[in-house]
Each structure stands twice: as C-alpha cells, then as structure tokens.
C-alpha cells in the first residue's frame, strides 16, 4: 500500500557529496518522521538523520556539519545532502518514514529498499 522509492547512491571519492532522495507514495494519510538509516557490512543499521514533519532534525555524531537532511511535506520526499564524504560513510543508506494510510490506521514504519554508497579514498 505504501511504497518508499530511492535514488542517488554511487561511488564517490573520499571529499566529494552525493544526494539522496527518498519519496513516499500510495496510500497515505499522513507522513509523520522521515529519516535515513544505514548499515555497513557485518554492522548493525544505525540511524543517519531524521526529520520531524515540523522540520526538527537529528544527526548522528559522525555526521554533524557533513550532512543535511530536508524534506519536502508536499511531495512526501526526504532527501541527505552528504558533503565532505569519508570512506567510513561506505555503507546502503535506507530511507524510513512513520506513516499512517488512514485516519483511523495506526502508524507503521516504512522502509526504502536501499541505496548502496561507495566512499573510495
């Protein structure tokens, strides 16, 4: 019912920036928080960034001043400006967003199918 659509993962050198897009879409009622997780090999998924419908946002530490995660309500889109990348960044990137179908639905989790991101340095 929901379907979550990434883009933008690829290689990229160590010091150079990707985006990454994430939008939700068909039956929705409302989106709630939108953030990306991610997970490196033989490592658990840990959370990225993530942003309240009102725009609050939440970084991880190893992110902060590198990343920037925004969202466009309208559009049922986040998006993870990623800057200044490091080979520890290499890792699938995937997007989540809490989202309720219906008025009355409770709210679930809802998962994007990944976006491999290669740091090379």
């Known amino acids: 019912q929901v379907q979550m659509e990434e883009s933008g993962g690829g290689l990229v050198q160590a010091g150079g920036s990707l985006r990454l897009s994430c939008a939700a879409s068909g039956i929705i009622f409302r989106v709630y928080a939108m953030g990306w997780y991610r997970q490196a090999p033989g490592k658990q998924r840990e959370l990225v960034a993530d942003i309240t419908n009102g725009g609050s946002t939440n970084y991880a530490d190893s992110v902060k001043g590198r990343f920037t995660i925004s969202r466009d309500n309208a559009k049922n889109a986040v998006y993870l400006q990623m800057n200044s990348l490091k080979p520890e960044d290499t890792a699938v990137y995937y997007c989540?967003?809490?989202?309720?179908?219906?008025?009355?639905?409770?709210?679930?989790?809802?998962w994007g199918q990944g976006t491999q991101v290669i740091v090379s340095s």
């Open positions: 989540n967003a809490d989202i309720r179908t219906t008025w009355n639905s409770d709210r679930n989790d809802y």
